[in-house]
């Protein structure tokens, strides 16, 4: 690293900086950092205060814009928390409410499922038989292809969830010479067959890819209407991650 | 009157104010503060001033500020206020005192803003929630209205602030010894005050000034709050900043014997310009007793947190620390029983043995609160069955004491990359948990048996729901690892927790958000959101179902896993809630905090029943005595202050660490104190030691003042250092084995 001597005047004011707030022990790349953070949040500000001084169409930007551009993005990204009169008027409020009895054990003491993570973050399509007359269809139907991942699937609280049946992977199929119908998510492929649901079994099974020919391959498959109530917004393919309800 | 001539300029002041006035209420005070202050400020001093011909100036000054107010309540439509207002005012000015004093009477019910706001006055007073009237200081009968009134009136020219200043300091430099150290106290506080309320009227050069000749001056504890200040230096610079905020708007209390209180206002009021008496008024909180005045080294043992010390009433209110009746069970007895000694020595064939710790007292513990004071949930039967295997271990306890001190092991995490930030062991020690600064949970599993996931639903269909080992067959056997990785957070993971009956495991998150997870299938279960602000800590009630947590909005909340909301709110420190703990009769929690002062409140109503001023730095963390009588923090400042909640005081000063203490454990029986820290090292103090002398010393509860003996060199039975590996979290098992966890810091 290069001596304070040698150091770029910007390098040198912001050591400085560090030394005045009483930080003595930190790495040399931490000044680079400050300085970018400094460069972008200035001009940042310089830019807002540009805008706002057109606005007022005022020749020059002045105290006063950058005060104003200051402002704002002071109450959009440095927020700071609440003062303290609120906090104590809204604690007074909650605290006023006599603790709620607790019911016996009905299960795990959960929110209502609406504030809970514990809904399925997928949805498998559910789709009609089709009886197509065109010929080189064969229908699979014991072939669908959910999320192919690996992660166990949560088990759902309450919510039914998707049966499984343990059937034999790689049924020696061959598929050369043959055309099949893969339906699978919209959110995967290009093209999607949408369909209604018929019967009321579902299967699950992975496909084995190298199965799969470089042909144009149409499984389609039978799935069992599902609870759609929880579905509507859980098309989207979400990580588990992610709250589903509530926008942070 | 030069305030009449500015009257003018701040009534145009409130006009503007009120323009960029945002809808929500929290601002409201402040320009309310903003516009009438001087007014007020001013009509203040002209109560104060002991000079009579002032008396008859002060009505107009007194409508002035009551016309402002109004005006600006009306300006936003708040109608029921202006009317109550009104009604009260409109008994004659005279009265103006006790109006404010019955609105502050009124208490909780009135919707309207300024009876809201004196309602805070007296939240804020931190007593117990009665509407009596405010505490008043001797010889004080202005309302405390202009606490929450005040902004920073001038007093008198800026660049005399130098001049009184001095003048102060030269008065207290010249009174007797014994009222010096008293007095001193007051440096600190005024220093802060004025140099705020410079930087405030903008005068800038002067502010400076100010500060760099008396800033030295200060105590040395005070160091991080002068630096915090050093780079304040505009205006502009204090919004944003809510401790000081906080700082500016609540009073400095300070303890001050009766003698030297009188010297001090003697000496300030013969003056003619008594702006530091002015100041004293607004912002500083005297709390005079009678008595002997305190030692210095009394005085520093308990000051140095953001707000001065505690009042004394606050401490005095009635807190139950007696532990919860046990539950009685049968504990069946099988042969190894046999072996194992037997305390109460009763025939062991016939009977089974009823549980030994609850049915010694049939009568209720005075100290202990009610069974049902608060709704805990009840026993399951998994719950009997822990507690049987809890009372089986106990029996294989090792007694502790200074000849026999417990064995150590030490779990350090290889290769985290400084990314360690908490850990926690279930109460049987067979599951340890990490969050990382990956913002990952990551649990292991100490014993040999290994983690398992409960098996995915169409499996689970498939199995035999009438077999014996059924509790085995949910698991798969295909998913058993020494580990499980938990991915679900946005930010490092700052605070951990199992859950009593180890299913569940909290953890809490610079996200602002605490995660539920479950233990049987690992994965997330809840989000809680209601701190927008990274959350430090969190806690498992001992009894499950409830858990407390505290993050940097300065609130502590309490949560049940079953709402989605906080049910109780605990407000009231000045910065970050750095720690949260539950007491063993999960009545009360404690909060340490980085205003440097220790909060113990009641679950019932969420009042704060106990304040702990004493540390010097910020607190990170606390630890119950398993009797629940005690209380142990730790600092950045390395000392382990030991707390009688009972009393409410301080009774040890454990010293010898010389960093951060994170990590603070009392041994299953209460007889040795273990504490970790930054530097490395893990000691053993001798607890039973230090709670037995307060038995004997003859305190003076009504002072609450203790003169504390250094004996800290006593008291540490042993310290062990581990190479380079800072200690983060400290744990008992039932048999008194010590563990200890923490990160292995290569450099």
Redesign the interface.
Known sequence: MASPKTLPKDAQVMVQILK???ITDYEPRVINQMLEFTYRYVTTIIEDAKIYSTHAKKSTVDADDI?LA?QCR?DQS?T?????????????Q????P????K??TG?????DR????APNYRLKSLQKKVSSSGGRITVPRLSVGPVSSR?????LGTP?????GTKVGTPVSLTGQRFTVQIPSSQAASVKTATPTTPTVQNVLINPSLIGSKNILITTNMVSQNSSSDSSSLKRKH??E?DY?A? | MTSLLRAPGKMAAVQDGSIELDT????K?EILSDGSANISGNAGSGVLSSSPPAGGAQKPEDQQTLIAVLQFLRRNKLTESVDILKREAGLSDDQENSKATDAGGKG?GDAGDTN??LS?VS??SAAAPQSAPLPLKSGDDQPDVRV?LSAYSQQGEPPLYKVYYSDLKKFIESVLDCHRAELSQLFYPLFVHMYLELVYNNNESEAKAFFDKFSGDQECYYQ?DL?VL??LTKK?HM????TL??FR??RFVLRISRDSYQLLKRHLQERQNNQIWTIIQEHLYIDIFDGMPRSKSQIDSMSGSLAGEAKREVNKLKVYYGLLKEPEIEVPLDDEDEEAENEEGKPKKKKAKKDSLGSKSKKQDPNAPQQNR?????L?DSDKLDKIMYLKESTKRIRLSPENLPSICFYTFLNAYQGLTAVDFTDDSSLLAGGFSDSTVRVWSVTPKKLR??????E?SLIDKESDDVLERIM?EK?ASESKVL??H?GPVYGVSFSPDR?YLLSSSEDG?IR?W?LQ?F?????Y?GH??PVWDTQFSPFG?YFVSGG????ARLW?????Q???????H?ADVTCTRFHPNANYVATGSSDRTVRLWD?????CVRIFTGHKGPIHCLAFSPNGKFLASGATDGRVLLWDIGHGLMIGELKGHTDTIYSLRFSRDGEILASGSMDNTVRLWDAMKAFDDIETDDFTAATGHIHLYDNSQELLLGSYNSKSTSVVHLHFTRRNLLLAAGMYNSQ
């Open positions: 005045d707030m009483g005060r200051i002071v440095f700071s928390p609440p003062p303290r009169d609120f906090l104590l008027e809204v604690a007074r909650k605290n006023m409410t603790l709620p009895l607790i016996p054990y795990p003491r959960l929110p209502p504030y809970c993570l514990t166990p699937s949560t088990p759902t969830s998707v049966q499984t049946v588990e991650d709250d509530d942070s | 929500e209420k929290e601002t005070p909780d809201a706001l805070r939240i804020t929450i991080d630096r050093c780079g502009e919004k944003g900043n809510e905020l906080d708007t609540s608060i709704p805990l949930p009840e399951k996931r409960v098996k995915s639903a169409a689970l798969d998913t991915y679900g946005g299913n958000t539920l479950s299938t994965t997330c279960l809840v989000g959101k927008n602000y179902y940097h909005d300065r609130v049940a896993t079953d709402h989605y906080p049910l109780r709110i605990f407000a009231g000045l679950v019932l109503n969420g009042n």
